[in-house]
């Protein structure tokens, strides 16, 4: 009798079929998006105009007409007249903790006068719990009206009862108030450190609150290392302002083991915003750890935490000239920089990798660093060789050009970060000469070559937008239009490859294509909602553009309710 009505209950539900034939079939959407201009990246229908979110994936993506039918009384309409939908954009390289735990330093960078830097720390103070440091940095004198280093006073009447300790914008000074110089037991009777100095009270001979260079180690290390509860609110704010810019992954390039759990303990929250792809951050005991040993955690919490590359160092900065070069800095005779790790070491530490599953994103940013860690990919390939081992290179930004095809050769990735190269634009020529910079910064020669490229950003070290990123990769200008025409010019992205590079190609590096990185049927519903097509809008624009709501999982988390 059941039997039969159920047969009864699928004949009707197969006449229905016929007569309304575009019905697509299932429960209505939670979410429907219409009336959008949606890039889908996906080269079987790359423009539709909505699209329908069912248990966080895309049911559908396609015209009005066809979405509305997919509409419930209880689906969530988003009306996107006018704006663009995007794959929800991807950092390929960050750090949400620092990002996190700047937010709670005072940034004081542009600061008018020391009293509009006291004001911010009473403010401070006045909002934080009571007893904690109030940590600030960016403060230069040289902006200042009065240019003579601040003194402790201005600090004591903003905050008498707790340390306070702002260090200037070049890390070389740090101004402190009295408690903070009092519980580093520094007085009048303190001696200057060698390669330091106190400043002092010319008529007292008390110290006067500015600490220089190696006197700012008598201090420092008094400041707290952050609580477990500390780092976890830094995670979480670093994930909050990355969802607000429009982010909905992002790639965290080294994380401890700590850092692991808490974005775990995130996750099991709801409490973590977007998508980590975390990087273990290398160290004397990784091998060692259960972390590594146990192997990648793919896709913990609903998508929301994979662990499964480990991040290591091959040099330093081209800036600090640290970066290791193949021949002399230009403005530095004799100086090639320096290497991070032994090459053997680097090698031994890609084979490691591939025998437990962990993919290997290796920091190189000169280009004997960047020959270096290609060298120990390659061999340790030879030795196990992997067809989708998807090693990267982080930064890649200083190549030799007899190394430029070895990326698309070997399938590794040069995961490179757009504002680094209008950032390092002023003073890059100064350290390569004008023959280096032909493989600097070199993302057209690398795409031609047949490698993409993963997009990101560095935050914090530069911003954490990603619309910033795509106007320097298609400009090569930094935000006020320098210089005319755009640096090294020729090797500008297509607005199309930039915006691979920040969706599909950064997915691509994590291993995540297959379900996110485009708006098709099937895939996540990440997206990213301007207030102005991205692709299509003077380049200028592509900075003022506005981020309308980023949607992870199909919940809009950006803005939150
Ligand atoms: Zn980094």
Redesign the pocket.
């Known amino acids: 009798m059941r039997g039969s009505r159920i047969l009864a209950a699928a004949a009707l539900a197969a006449i229905a079929g016929c007569r309304t034939l575009r019905e697509p079939p299932g429960p209505p959407a939670d979410l429907v998006l219409l009336g959008g201009t949606v890039h889908t990246m996906d080269p079987a229908r790359p423009r539709a105009e909505a699209l329908a979110v069912r248990g966080g994936l895309l049911a559908a993506v396609g015209s009005d007409d066809e979405i509305r039918l997919l509409a419930g009384p209880g689906t969530r309409v988003l009306d996107a007249a006018g704006l663009t939908v995007l794959p929800g954009l991807v950092d390929a ?1 960050g ?1 949400l903790e620092s990002l996190g735990a700047g937010l709670r330093r005072i940034d004081l960078v542009g600061t008018a006068s020391a009293e509009e830097v006291a004001a911010a720390v009473r403010e401070r103070a006045a909002a934080a719990p009571p007893g904690g440091w109030i940590l600030g940095r960016g403060w230069d004198q040289n902006d200042w009206a009065k240019k003579s280093f601040p003194t402790r006073h201005l600090l004591d009447a903003a905050a008498p009862d707790r340390p306070v300790w702002l260090v200037r914008i070049d890390g070389h000074a740090g101004w402190a108030n009295g408690r903070a110089l009092a519980l580093a037991g520094i007085g009048p009777s303190t001696p200057d450190p060698a390669g330091g100095r106190i400043l002092r009270d010319p008529a007292t001979g008390e110290p006067a609150g500015v600490l220089v260079d190696a006197a700012m180690d008598l201090l420092a290390p008094l400041v707290p290392r952050p609580t477990r509860a500390e780092r976890k609110d830094a995670l979480r704010r670093g994930a909050e302002a990355c969802v607000a810019a429009g982010l909905t992954s992002v790639h965290d ?1 080294g994380v401890d083991a700590e850092g692991v759990d808490l974005c775990r303990e995130l996750a099991d929250e709801g409490a973590l915003p977007l998508r980590v792809y975390a990087m273990l951050a290398d160290s004397p005991d990784l091998i060692r750890g259960t972390t590594f040993r146990e192997g990648p955690v793919v896709g913990y919490g609903g998508r929301r935490l994979t662990v499964r590359a480990v991040k290591a160092y091959a040099d330093g900065a081209l800036g600090s000239r640290g970066a290791a070069l193949l021949e002399d800095y230009a403005d530095d005779p004799g100086n090639r920089g320096l290497l991070q790790a032994e090459p053997a070491a680097l090698e031994a530490l890609a084979g490691r990798c591939l025998a437990v599953g962990w993919q290997l994103c290796v920091h190189a940013i000169g280009d004997r660093g960047n020959r270096v860690v290609l060298d120990a990919f390659e061999a340790a390939l030879r030795r196990a060789p992997r067809a989708d081992h998807r090693f990267r290179v ?1 930064h890649a930004q200083v190549l030799s050009l007899e190394d430029i095809p070895r990326f698309a050769r070997l399938g590794v990735l040069p995961s490179m970060q757009p504002t680094h190269a209008t950032s390092d634009m002023p003073w890059a020529g100064d350290r390569l000469g004008p023959a280096r910079l032909a493989g600097a910064y070199a993302w057209r020669k690398i795409l031609d070559a047949g490698s993409a490229i993963p997009c990101g950003s ?1 935050f914090p ?1 530069e911003s954490h937008d990603p619309l910033k990123g795509i106007h320097a990769a298609v400009t090569r200008q930094d935000a006020g239009g320098r210089p005319e025409g755009g640096w090294l010019p020729g090797e500008r992205m297509t607005r199309e490859e930039a915006l691979r590079g920040f969706t599909v190609d950064a997915c691509r590096a994590a291993f995540e294509e297959g379900w996110k990185g485009t708006l098709a049927p099937g895939m996540a519903a990440d997206l990213t909602v301007l207030d102005r097509d991205v692709l299509a809008c003077p380049a200028t624009e592509i900075l003022e553009a506005r981020v309308v709501w980023t949607v992870v999982a199909g919940e809009v988390v950006y803005p939150s309710r």
């Open positions: 390289h750090h390039a982080e560095d070290v």
